[in-house]
């Protein structure tokens, strides 16, 4: 019944549709892969994207040997040829729309780590300004303790008390 409704033509032409478009997307994400990387500030979390670049690159060209395939009729044409290339077209699909949230992510997070970097610096400001005065009124304390103190004993001054006694 299925083969009287779509021929090998009708499937080559859709295999052929949905790898080319899935092989675009890779190249899209490609480019997508490439600016993930330099967006990323710390090191260490690109080398991981860098990886994923590189497997981008090998499934693309995965993409278009097995598009040459197809349209060369290398490859027999049926049912599971329509499936895998539905699969090459949903997993561009899936891998671009992971690399889309990841770069949505890693801006979100370098901004975040550029606002906590500004509140950090205000904050060692502050401490700077606060260590300051605390030095300042340590000095006033030691300056208060520094003072002649003048004892008194039974509501008058000695040091009027001695006076008079000249």
Same mark, same amino acid.
């Given at each position: 019944?299925?083969?009287?409704?779509?021929?090998?033509?009708?499937?080559?032409?859709?295999?052929?549709?949905?790898?080319?478009?899935?092989?675009?997307?890779?190249?899209?994400?490609?480019?997508?892969?490439?600016?993930?990387?330099?967006?990323?500030?710390?090191?260490?979390?690109?080398?991981?994207?860098?990886?994923?670049?590189?497997?981008?690159?090998?499934?693309?060209?995965?993409?278009?040997?097995?598009?040459? /395939? @197809?349209?060369?009729?290398? @490859?027999?044409?049926?049912?599971?040829?329509?499936?895998?290339?539905?699969?090459?077209?949903?997993?561009?699909?899936?891998?671009?729309? @992971? /690399?889309?949230?990841?770069?949505?992510?890693?801006?979100?997070?370098?901004?975040?780590?550029?606002?906590?970097?500004?509140?950090?610096?205000?904050?060692?400001?502050?401490? =700077?300004?606060?260590?300051?005065?605390?030095?300042?009124?340590?000095?006033?304390?030691?300056?208060?303790?520094?003072?002649?103190?003048?004892?008194?004993?039974?509501?008058?001054?000695?040091?009027?008390?001695?006076? =008079?006694?000249?």
């Amino acid at each position: 019944m299925i083969n009287l409704l779509i021929n090998d033509d009708k499937i080559m032409l859709i295999n052929g549709i949905l790898i080319t478009a899935g092989a675009i997307l890779m190249i899209c994400t490609l480019a997508g892969c490439k600016e993930l990387i330099f967006e990323i500030k710390f090191p260490a979390l690109r080398k991981p994207w860098l990886i994923a670049h590189y497997l981008v690159i090998f499934f693309i060209l995965g993409y278009l040997i097995y598009l040459y /395939l @197809v349209i060369s009729a290398l @490859v027999k044409i049926n049912l599971a040829t329509y499936l895998v290339s539905f699969i090459f077209f949903f997993g561009a699909v899936f891998v671009n729309l @992971v /690399l889309k949230i990841a770069n949505e992510l890693t801006k979100k997070l370098n901004q975040q780590a550029d606002e906590l970097a500004r509140i950090n610096q205000v904050l060692m400001n502050e401490n =700077t300004t606060l260590k300051d005065a605390q030095n300042q009124l340590k000095q006033m304390i030691e300056g208060f303790y520094a003072l002649p103190l003048v004892k008194k004993s039974n509501g008058h001054d000695q040091a009027a008390a001695s006076k =008079t006694q000249k």
